[in-house]
């Protein structure tokens, strides 16, 4: 039987996503399952790994039962993945505590003090900032969100699993040890670790940045192209998972640079934005842009090194969930009248504009008026504002084209009120594919295809994806006054509240 189907795994942070697709790059089919996170104290985020491949098996199962032909038509495995988790695994690969996911911001204590010191330039030390950017183009986050503070955090509070470490990986990097006993990473990946040297004809680790956090080389898994395959599937592997050992997995990437391919605006300068649980606005750009003072750059994608630019916000979807599941689900709408309350949408704290762990949420100017609809439509508002914040800045990067659209992806694009009210905040046309939670498992499979020699390049696998069922949120110009006006309060906000907000956060912290 003809080999014609990619197995392409999308590991998100509430659920595991498998698609089946074919040499055309359609979905054909897609199972996910969901898995728990854990908050074991303040600031703490967790998963266990074991649920992850227990997601995955349960998700081939479910597949095998709708393509039944799937074992003997695997043409290959490519796994994307949510960023910056820290799994410390022993030297059979199995787990040695939880995994510190991306959520997980207990560690920016440690990364304030390590990346401090005087003079003082947007909370870094100066010389400690200039070393960084020089080497990576970028810096660890303050916020304690990126792996390298988290790795140090292990060291200091959980020095038995440092100690019985033989490496700490990334999520998509423990999945791929579990698949093919082998330990690698991509660029994306290792370029968020702030520990890779990300300069033309140098790329790699950087043995002063690993030792800036005192943490041990060894423990960094060997970084390959996203078309490359570590091994095919172990026996062991295979076995559980279905499919037939040896079936070759490639490293494909982050669930960033995935996302960015999924949603064909591959040109240099063109961007998109996922909406998830978190968001990002992204795009490929010819060369390294960075915004040190908003907390945002490119890193380097697995393809060739071509730079990726990120600008992530840390809550977005979990917004929206948050007030359904507090307030038991949508309302019907508020009387026109009725202004909402301003949502300042930081609950967990912020990484863009504004890198700032002890960020919060509010809701500001409440009255007797507002209701149900006034909170669900103030928290629609606030993702779009915070959003815009961002994108002001993000538009005026040397290269960025197609200003006047933004395609979006990811669960959150499926949700209309949240999409028209980006195209009347941001004043740009929003186009949402047919499927736009599915552009992980596309992405990924774009990168198999390219493996696979099904298609020339990942580039050119994303290119042929079909647009033709797009729909497009037009802003309306009538709402152009009302959102300047809701943004001015927005930013404003920002600048009465955040020495609550940092005040508050310390002062908890001390009692």
Not at 108 to 120: L, Q, S
Not at 192 to 207: A, H
């Amino acid at each position: 039987m003809k080999q014609d189907l990619v197995i392409a795994v999308d590991v998100g942070t509430s659920s595991l996503k498998v698609g089946l697709i074919g040499p055309d790059l359609d979905v054909l089919h897609s199972a996910d399952h969901p898995y728990p996170i854990s908050y074991p104290g303040p600031g703490c985020a967790e998963q266990d790994p074991l649920d992850w491949w227990l997601a995955l098996r349960l998700a081939l199962v479910k597949l095998s039962n709708i393509c039944p032909e799937l074992r003997a038509r695997a043409a290959g495995v490519v796994i994307a993945s949510q960023m910056c988790g820290v799994v410390a695994v022993d030297a059979e690969g199995n787990p040695l505590r939880p995994c510190l996911i991306w959520l997980d911001k207990r560690a920016a204590p440690i990364a304030r003090e390590v990346m401090g010191g005087f003079p003082k330039l947007f909370g870094y030390g100066l010389f400690k900032l200039l070393s960084s950017i020089r080497l990576t183009n970028g810096a660890p986050s303050l916020n304690g969100m990126d792996p390298p503070a988290k790795m140090l955090w292990l060291k200091r509070h959980e020095p038995e699993v440092y100690g019985r470490a033989a490496k700490l990986l990334d999520v998509k990097d423990w999945l791929l040890l579990r698949a093919t006993g082998h330990a690698v990473t991509t660029a994306d990946l290792a370029n968020v670790t702030w520990m890779m040297d990300t300069r033309k004809g140098r790329e790699g680790w950087s043995d002063t940045l690993v030792s800036r956090f005192g943490l041990k080389r060894g423990l960094l898994p060997d970084i390959v192209e996203g078309t490359a395959s570590p091994g095919g599937l172990t026996a062991g592997a295979a076995a559980e998972l279905g499919l037939p050992e040896g079936l070759p997995v490639f490293a494909g990437a982050g669930d960033v640079c995935a996302a960015a391919i999924g949603s064909g605006a591959v040109e240099d300068g063109e961007l998109h934005i996922s909406l998830g649980t978190s968001s990002w606005i992204s795009g490929f750009y010819p060369g390294r842009r960075l915004s040190a003072s908003e907390g945002y750059a490119t890193i380097l994608s697995p393809f060739g090194n071509r730079p990726l630019l990120i600008a992530t916000q840390e809550s977005a979807g979990s917004c929206l969930d948050w007030l359904d599941g507090m307030l038991g689900g949508e309302a019907e709408a508020d009387a026109p009248e009725v202004t909402p309350p301003l949502f300042l949408p930081w609950l967990a704290g912020e990484r863009v504009p504004v890198d700032d762990n002890r960020l919060r949420g509010a809701f500001l100017g409440l009255s007797l008026q507002h209701g149900r609809p006034s909170l669900r439509r103030a928290v629609i508002e606030g993702v779009a504002l915070n959003t815009r914040w961002a994108w002001r800045s993000v538009v005026r990067q040397k290269g960025t084209r197609h200003a006047n659209l933004l395609r979006a992806v990811g669960g959150g694009a499926l949700n209309a009120a949240l999409c028209q009210t980006l195209a009347d905040c941001l004043g740009i046309d929003i186009a949402v594919a047919r499927d736009p939670r599915n552009a992980g498992v596309r992405g990924a499979a774009a990168i198999a295809a390219a493996a696979l020699g099904w298609r020339a390049s990942v580039w050119d696998a994303a290119r042929s994806f079909d647009r033709s069922s797009e729909t497009v949120y037009r802003p309306d110009a009538t709402r152009k006054a009302y959102f300047d006006r809701r943004f001015g309060l927005f930013q404003d906000a920002y600048k009465r509240n955040a020495p609550w907000f940092r005040a508050s956060f310390e002062g908890a912290a001390d009692d």
